[in-house]
């Protein structure tokens, strides 16, 4: 059924008791042509544009607890492109592209809301880094504004420019902006099985059968199955499942928090990041504050940052801001990222044939949602990666051609 | 075996307690992860391919259980030291000297 006012009318003399379930729950059936295991907004974008784009018939989604529960859910929902290199600039702007017509494309609210985001300058050589930045945003299309102290000041009302963190300048994206988490992972997977997907849920994947170094199965909770190509999407768990595989990767799983604060009305109509002092913030459209900052140093699958990562957000934040020094925090969650040495993801071929990944995007990647899913969804079709993806590959860690945020971005995604 | 684990969840909820081998018991903050113990540098740099230095530079076995891995006591007595800590639990098994062998991972 599609979402229009005519439906929502004519839903409303029946109560709205009678809309469809906006996705079903089939059995896993015993063979597809394409498994996207993880069904996160990456894995289920990746299925859709499978079947969408390249009309891919027989998929299915596995997720091993509830779609968009794991990354997808836990993530402070900011959407930028204005990164330094290259190649990232490519991928990050395709994926900015994609949100602004994702609601109409899906038949979804995904609630994007380009409000622009800062990144503040704290001293001389931040405004030279946002300065750099900002000219090679400039020399690939993607919009930059490099503001004074004073232009920083006027827009963002409440902020301290004269605190213990002086605010000299500010890096500002206009295209930037947050969007609501759990309407990607839903409109993906509504979409998706209007195509025809199926998204199995509680599905964990235990085992990987490999023969002559093709992949031709998959052990899982709710039985076995047998593929023709498999596209691993699972954020946290990328190790794991590669040594499934019989591969590893160079990536180490950490802990990164978040956590909102109470409801309140209207105060900050823009997203504020300091690479700095290590915060970002910014106010949905319920109210909370919703504020994140950098990840713990150590591996971890738990799920739980450690306490007092919480206090390295807060005290900069309460610098920055007095004048949020008075508000509650109401919940703080963990989520298990998964980072590579130099920050950015990596998507593409792995040692076994027809098993194709897409991990590491560290503590960055809801902004890159539709874009990942896109060029990953043509990796996987086509068996080799694209322009954008290529840079990404496994390889690039063999042949030294690192895309290096790590050291350009500093840490906060 | 209750109270075992409502210690386990204090413990984990605040942050580690590290046995420092050299200090004794303290505070997580004290204390900097610096990633995976006892990988050693490559015995024969010039004759080893690009494939093996970019595992020996950047491949990590990030395991789901039993991880080993180097701290500093950056506000104690500033040493290293190995620690073997369970990546699910958070759960700190044991805390050896920096040149100790890597104690055996037990099948409980």
Not at chain 1, 142 to 170: C, F, M, S, T, W
């Amino acid at each position: 059924m599609k979402y229009s006012l005519y439906n929502l009318v004519k839903n409303s003399f029946s109560y709205h008791e009678n809309w469809e379930k906006a996705w079903s729950s089939p059995d896993l059936k015993p063979e597809y042509d394409v498994v996207i295991v993880g069904g996160g907004g990456h894995g289920l974008g990746t299925a859709y544009y499978l079947a969408k784009e390249f009309g891919v018939k027989n998929i299915a989604v596995l997720e091993k607890g509830w779609i968009g529960g794991g990354n997808t859910g836990r993530n402070t929902t900011i959407i930028r492109s204005n990164y330094l290199w290259d190649e990232s600039a490519a991928l990050y702007n395709h994926a900015v592209n994609l949100w602004e017509g994702l609601s109409s494309e899906l038949n979804f609210n995904v609630m994007f809301s380009q409000r622009g985001l800062f990144h503040l300058a704290h001293s001389v050589h931040d405004m030279q880094e946002i300065t750099r930045r900002g000219y090679s945003n400039y020399l690939n299309g993607i919009d930059a504004e490099i503001l004074n102290q004073d232009q920083v000041a006027k827009k963002i009302p409440h902020i301290n420019v004269n605190g213990r963190y002086p605010v000299l300048g500010a890096l500002l994206q206009r295209r930037a902006g947050t969007a609501r988490h759990d309407a990607v992972a839903w409109g993906y997977a509504r979409a998706a099985e209007n195509l025809g997907v199926d998204i199995i849920q509680n599905c964990e994947v235990k085992g990987i059968d490999i023969s002559n170094g093709k992949v031709v199965g998959l052990q899982t909770t709710k039985g076995s199955v047998k593929v023709d190509k498999v596209g691993l999407v699972p954020a946290g768990h990328s190790s794991v499942l590669a040594n499934m595989a019989g591969f590893s990767l160079p990536i180490n799983s950490v802990p990164l928090q978040a956590l909102v604060s109470e409801p309140v009305k209207p105060i900050l109509d823009c997203v504020i990041m300091s690479n700095s002092v290590h915060v970002y913030v910014s106010q949905s459209d319920k109210g909370e504050l919703v504020v994140g900052a950098g990840s713990d140093a150590y591996n971890s699958y738990s799920q739980r940052g450690s306490f007092d990562m919480i206090e390295h957000m807060m005290a900069p934040l309460v610098e920055l801001f007095p004048i949020f020094s008075r508000l509650k925090m109401l919940r703080s969650w963990g989520g298990i990222v998964d980072v590579t040495p130099d920050r950015s993801p990596i998507i593409g071929k792995t040692p076994v044939k027809d098993l194709f990944i897409n991990c590491g995007w560290g503590t960055g990647g809801f902004k890159a949602t539709p874009g990942s899913a896109h060029v990953f969804a043509e990796t996987v079709f086509r068996g080799e990666p694209n322009d954008i993806a290529a840079p990404f590959s496994l390889e690039r860690h063999f042949s030294g051609a690192l895309v290096d945020e790590a050291a350009a971005a500093a840490v906060a995604h | 075996m209750k109270l075992q684990r409502q210690q386990l969840l204090i413990n984990n909820f605040f942050m580690f307690i590290i046995n420092c081998p050299y200090c004794g018991e303290r505070d997580q903050t004290e204390f900097t992860c610096h990633g995976e113990a006892h990988i050693a540098r490559p015995d024969n740099p010039s004759e080893i391919s690009d494939e093996e230095w970019g595992r020996y530079l950047f491949f990590r076995e990030n395991p789901k259980g039993t991880h080993f891995e180097r701290w500093t006591h950056d506000h104690g007595c500033r040493r290293w030291f190995n620690v073997m800590r369970d990546t699910v639990t958070d759960q700190i098994i044991k805390t050896y000297k920096m040149g100790e062998a890597k104690p055996e991972i037990s099948n409980e």
